[in-house]
């Protein structure tokens, strides 16, 4: 199929999302420090926070608590941007949404309906679980809408809880009849997981379910190259980029740039990448201090590592750091020097 390209901007709601490219949310990944570093690169029409758990942001406001963690910046930082939450009760969940939007004034308050992971699914029942009951969806979407009005409500979805039981094309109607101004798919069951590779033709198909709303492709697209095939051969309005961009935040500007027709820009050199790691080191230690920050960034130096030459090695030492001294000591010493490419342009 041949589509139109460049591709256009679209809305969410009264929301344009130029270039119309999202960074996915991410438990555990897509707190404000990451978010900064992929606003430093430029290239996305819309950034997320990670998942927050409605019940569990109820339950702190109730209590007098500081809010969640993973709303750490919401409050200042750059807009558009959205928090995604999760929950499987109606009226929490419209409570949640209500407060994003007055006290911390969202852009784009996105359900997930596409957890997979069992903690949020088989003991919470929320996330995919939910695609099983599709009126339970309707409930808590339309709830959620009346309450956030007229901030947009969004939802992201699995194909479905299995490849046997794949109903994202009633889901999708459902989504759209709810209330809800977007609809983003990520092309695997929850049974797939992360295995295997995301099915755009079924992504694509979901498409003409749909009568007024976007519809945005999620699944393996870790490339330029790979954004630029979706637009041309899938009938999406947007796509999202999730785990390739955790290493490489300025995975957006090359993609967006390849959207206009530009040519690509290269990846940043080593020293700059280490450069943008230490960076994102000292934003995360300034909110969380030494000792918490080390640790939570040990996750992430993995990733800036991941596809280099000696990366494992890095990773081996950088999984025990527990101080700065000791986070810049291996960082010095191993962080790869060389690029996979590079090693084998030498051999």
Known sequence: MSRPFPPPAFKIGDLVIDPPILQAPMAGFTNAAFRQMVRDYGGTGLIATEMVNARGFAWMDEHAEEHPDRLWGVAEEARPLAVQIWDNNPETMAKVGR??????????????FGCPVRQVTEKAHSGSYLLRTPMRMFEIISK?????????????????????TINCNEIAKIVEEAGAAALTVHGR?????????????????????????????????????KVVHAFQNYNVDGVMIARACLGRPW????????????????DPTLHEQREC????????????GEEKGTVLMRKYACCYAQGKHGARHFRTHV???????????VVDEYFPLMSNEEVKAMS
Request: hydrophobic letters at 40%; charged letters at 25%.
């Open 99 to 112: 407060r994003l939007v007055e006290e911390y004034r969202v852009s784009v308050v996105d359900i997930n």
């Open 144 to 164: 959620l809408v009346q309450a956030c009005a007229p901030t947009p409500v969004t939802a992201k979805i699995r194909l479905g809880c299995s490849p046997e």
């Open 189 to 225: 069951t929850a049974k797939d997981m992360f295995r295997g590779h995301a099915d755009w033709e079924r992504i694509s198909e979901i498409k003409s379910y749909l009568k007024n709303i976007p519809l945005i492709g999620n699944g393996d697209l870790d490339s330029a190259e």
């Open 251 to 266: 995975l957006f500007a090359q993609a967006a740039a390849a959207l206009r027709g530009e040519p690509i820009p290269p």
């Open 277 to 288: 790691m230490l960076r994102h080191y000292r934003l995360v230690v300034d909110r969380f």
């Open 319 to 329: 999984a025990r750091v527990n101080t700065a001294e000791e986070f810049h000591q």
